[in-house]
């Protein structure tokens, strides 16, 4: 198994640009998120999904979008970049209930938009 | 809302010192409790867990135990070790694990 997998591990834009992030898990996981780390506050939650063809939106949304089409991809859109999404990004996957809050992080992305 | 409140570092400590990292939780239900770890470049990583009140979770040394009238998942180690340098995510997460919540981190060193 791979677990979670992300890519890029750095990325670069300009503010405007769009780009994403990519997410996947070989685990069969059902419950997959999106969190953001920045200095000083922690984990905080931008999306999340329960299962394909479903999401919601976490704690700090705006700015980002998502969809699950399938169970093992879980894609973050960023729309238009902005210095204020200069953050390192992790993608999780959790399986389903039986063990819940046993979350699997991926390496993360470091992304600056300039 | 759910919130975890943990104690701010960051935290230096001598090889075989006593570590306690203080976490304390606002939740409606009966929350699962959680210590993650994140070692520098990596993403985090389960380092225990508790589900219910009184429960103790335990793994490499380290211990926390569910004090639901505290409110409390306090981070203990008796004797820590270089290896242990690393940021400790206190975290809750609802009975349906559809909701977690991190605290802020605190970044631990230790020094030989």
């Known amino acids: 198994n791979a677990g979670v997998t992300q890519t890029p591990k750095f990325q670069v834009l300009k503010t405007g640009q769009s780009m994403t992030l990519q997410c996947a898990q070989d685990?069969?996981?059902?419950?997959m998120s999106w969190y953001r780390q920045d200095p000083g506050m922690g984990l905080r939650l931008i999306h999340y999904s329960v299962g394909a063809g479903i999401t919601d939106q976490g704690e700090v949304p705006n700015g980002y979008n998502v969809s699950r089409s399938t169970t093992e991809d879980f894609p973050l859109r960023l729309l238009s970049a902005a210095p204020s999404q200069t953050s390192v990004y992790f993608c999780?996957?959790?399986?389903?209930?039986?063990?819940?809050?046993?979350?699997?992080f991926g390496p993360g992305t470091r992304l600056t938009v300039l | 809302g759910d919130s975890v409140t943990q104690m701010e570092g960051p935290v230096t400590l001598s090889e075989e010192a006593c570590l306690t990292i203080?976490?304390?939780?606002?939740?409606?239900?009966?929350?699962?409790l959680f210590w993650y770890v994140q070692y520098p470049g990596e993403g985090l990583q389960l380092l225990l867990k508790a589900t219910k009140a009184d429960d103790k979770g335990s793994n490499k040394g380290f211990e926390a135990t569910y004090r639901k009238e505290t409110t409390s998942f306090h981070l203990e180690k008796g004797s820590v070790q270089v290896s242990d340098s690393a940021v400790y995510f206190c975290a809750l997460s609802d009975r349906v694990g559809s909701q977690f919540y991190f605290g802020t981190g605190t970044s631990l060193t230790v020094i030989p």
């Open positions: 685990m069969n996981h059902e419950y």
């Open positions: 999780a996957s959790s399986p389903p209930q039986g063990a819940p809050g046993v979350q699997f």
């Open positions: 203080n976490c304390t939780y606002t939740a409606t239900g009966y929350p699962s």
